[in-house]
């Protein structure tokens, strides 16, 4: 069963625009909402993360939105870069619970010039 | 960030043989480790939490006498695929909670084993 769900799979974006993806879960106990970049044979590295107390955080071009009602959130990429061009995964875990991570399917993103 | 290590980057080896990788925290010491496992386009699947001192943990499916993980001290795990199989061929990478930092895991670079 995928605790998290991840979407779009692939995504195409022309460079200075706007890339999206989005993550919905299920379980309510999850209270940290990590976002990972994984280059191709690298390991992930953490971009940005949320915890449920608040709706949004900017950090430089990247911003996460949470909706906690919905159970949702998703990654904003402002004014995308070809150097942005990677595999973004979400994740969700409950603190203090051994910090097992629940990783989405991951979204492949290309950022054409 | 805190930096994680992985060696080796790449092994190949044999059918039948058993391989050893290594996972280190270089500035932090973690007492709890993970080890997932990824397939080409897929997502991270947790493989094991490695406890410092205790046994591992393993996730339902994931053999634990096929993928033997130790964790001597606060700075290593190591996870040994024994009797490797062209099917156990994947990409492994551990990662390390940092126990000060909230709930932050960092990622090792991954190890790409290759079973002949």
């Known amino acids: 069963q995928q605790q998290v769900k991840q979407s779009p799979q692939s995504l195409i974006v022309q460079k200075g625009g706007i890339s999206i993806i989005n993550c919905a879960y299920e379980?309510?106990?999850?209270?940290?909402f990590p976002w990972y970049q994984q280059f191709p044979g690298k390991g992930p590295a953490l971009l940005i993360a949320?915890?449920?107390?608040?709706s949004e955080k900017k950090e430089g071009r990247f911003t996460i939105s949470f909706n906690k009602s919905a159970k949702q959130f998703s990654l904003h990429i402002m004014d995308s870069q070809p150097g942005d061009s990677a595999t973004y995964f979400c994740?969700?875990?409950?603190?203090?619970?051994?910090?097992?991570?629940?990783f989405g399917t991951g979204t492949s993103l290309t950022v054409i010039p | 960030g805190a930096v994680v290590s992985q060696h080796p980057s790449r092994v190949i080896c044999k059918s039948g043989t058993s391989v050893k990788i290594e996972c280190r925290s270089l500035d932090f010491q973690a007492t709890t480790m993970f080890w997932y496992r990824q397939f080409p386009k897929q997502s991270l699947m947790l493989m094991a939490t490695?406890?410092?001192?205790?046994?591992?943990?393993?996730e339902q499916g994931v053999e634990k006498d096929k993928f033997l993980i130790n964790h001597a001290s606060l700075t290593l795990s190591t996870l040994t695929v024994t009797s490797a199989h062209p099917e156990d061929s994947s990409f492994y990478i551990c990662?390390?909670?940092?126990?000060?930092?909230?709930?932050?895991?960092?990622f090792g670079p991954g190890t790409r084993l290759t079973v002949l």
């Open positions: 490695s406890n410092e001192g205790s046994k591992a943990t393993y």
């Open positions: 949320i915890r449920p107390d608040v």
């Open positions: 994740a969700a875990s409950i603190v203090n619970t051994g910090n097992q991570f629940y």
């Open positions: 990662s390390a909670r940092v126990p000060s930092g909230g709930n932050e895991q960092f």
């Open positions: 379980n309510t106990a999850f209270d940290y």
